[in-house]
């Protein structure tokens, strides 16, 4: 088990890695749509429902983070809470994140989990804010390589795209 | 009030960024972590703004309240307006609107993008999208002090 120094530093090391190259996991799954934990292979083998789910997923532990600091430092919640809090908003989609392939964030995310209940909650924000830039810089090479102009497949309708349609049903 | 300058190296490109009368704090705190690369990105949703979403604040810490600092709706903001999102501790995401934005959330502004260079940063844009959307090239941004 890892001291929180140990923890804390090993993600200040990932997360300076990946500030200006990518991180590996995600070019292996939003470049290479590589699915690592078998997401979407039963469902017509496809990688469009990983990235949908599995990047937004991943994308909100970076905010949740920031609650969950802001929470640390302004309330006047206990160790136990900010602990249970942390547990119930981060690990699922955490989880998640990693069976759609995005594993070395819930691998940090598993090993605080062990040293957790021992923390101050100075080092428990210590380590949160090291977490939430790891996470930031999980979401800026998710929306690099995300396909976003497939968009351009999907355009926006609104009401006088439906008037249109209503009046060529009717024979108008 | 600080100064600082956006470069885009990839682009052989830059802009000046004059502090502003709100939130010069934490323009300080931003300033003060120069010179900072990032890799800048495009918002998808809210309108014509240049966002890069993890500028690491590795010197000084973001340490001021979300209470202590003035909001603005970036779709009443001003082209060229540069704002902060969720600034905290060692990690801030930095906005620049370049053109019409939708946008009626509130963000932190700080600076405004010299007039003389808003039609560089509308370049830039045009070309952050195109990387965005097409492309998928790499740009860089480089955040430095101006004396």
Known sequence: MKTWQELKAEIDR???????????D???????SISKGGAGVPNDNQIFTTW????????YLADWCYFIIELAKKENYSMEQLCQMTRFWIKQPSEFGSYCGLRKQYEFFQQLDEIMDGLEKSELVAVLDSYRSYLSNINVWVYQYMPWGVGRAFHRKDKAYYEVGRKLAEGI | MKKFKMRW????MEVMCDGISENQEALDILVDNMPVKAIQGHEMVGGWMLRARAVHL?????ELEAAQMKNEKMKDAPIGRVSLLFPQGGTTELLVK????VDDR?????AQVAEKDLEVLKKVGRLQWQSATRTKEIYHVEFMEVE
């Open chain 1, 14 to 24: 990932e997360s300076l890695l990946t500030t200006l190259e990518p991180v590996q």
């Open chain 1, 26 to 32: 995600v070019v292996d799954v939003f470049r290479y």
């Open chain 1, 52 to 59: 949908f789910f599995g990047g937004a997923d991943v994308n």
């Open chain 2, 9 to 12: 190296p990839a682009l052989k």
């Open chain 2, 58 to 62: 590795q010197k000084v810490p973001f």
């Open chain 2, 98 to 101: 370049y053109d019409a934005c």
């Open chain 2, 106 to 110: 509130d963000y932190i502004p700080v």
